[in-house]
C-alpha cells in the first residue's frame, strides 16, 4: 500500500506540472489573446490576470494533494502534519493570488486566513 500511495503523489504531482506547462502553452496563450476578454475594472488585463492565477493555482492544489499522499505513506500521520500541508497549500493560493491580481482579486485575504487557521489550529 506505501508504494501506491507514493506512486499516487508521484501521478498527481506529475499532473500538476503538465497542467501547469500545458495549459499556459496551449490554452492560456491562446486564451489570453484573444479581444473578447471581459472588461473588469476598465480593462482586460484583470481577467487575464485572473484566469492565470486560477488556471496555476490549480496545480497548487494538487501539489499539497501529492504531499498529503506522502505523508499517509508514511504512518502514523499526524494532524498538525495535515495542518501544515494545507495551511503551507492555502498560503501558496495566497501568495499567487496577492501578485497574480496585483491585490485586487479578494480572494488573497481568504487564502491568507484559511492558511494560518489551519497551520495555527492543527499546531495547539
Known amino acids: 500500500m506505501e508504494f501506491m500511495l ?3 503523489a508521484a501521478l498527481t504531482v506529475a499532473v500538476g506540472i503538465a497542467h501547469s506547462y500545458l495549459g499556459e502553452r496551449h490554452l492560456l496563450m491562446r486564451l489570453l489573446r484573444s479581444e473578447q476578454l471581459p472588461r473588469v ?8 490576470r ?11 492544489a494538487w501539489f499539497g494533494f501529492a ?7 508514511r504512518p502514523p500521520v499526524s494532524s498538525g502534519a495535515i495542518g501544515i500541508v494545507i495551511g ?9 493570488a496577492l501578485a497574480g491580481s496585483r491585490g485586487k482579486h479578494l480572494s488573497w485575504p481568504v487564502f491568507l486566513a ?4 489551519a497551520i495555527f489550529a492543527t499546531r495547539m
Do not use: K
Not at 50 to 60: D, E, I
Not at 67 to 73: E, G
Not at 114 to 117: E, N, Q, R, T
Open 41 to 48: 475594472f476598465g480593462r482586460p488585463e484583470f481577467a487575464a
Open 50 to 60: 485572473t484566469l492565470r492565477f486560477a488556471w496555476h493555482v490549480t496545480s497548487v
Open 114 to 117: 484559511i492558511g494560518l487557521a
Open 6 to 8: 507514493y506512486a499516487a
Open 67 to 73: 504531499a498529503i499522499l506522502f505523508l499517509l505513506a
Open 88 to 96: 503551507s497549500t492555502f498560503l501558496v493560493h495566497f501568495a499567487v
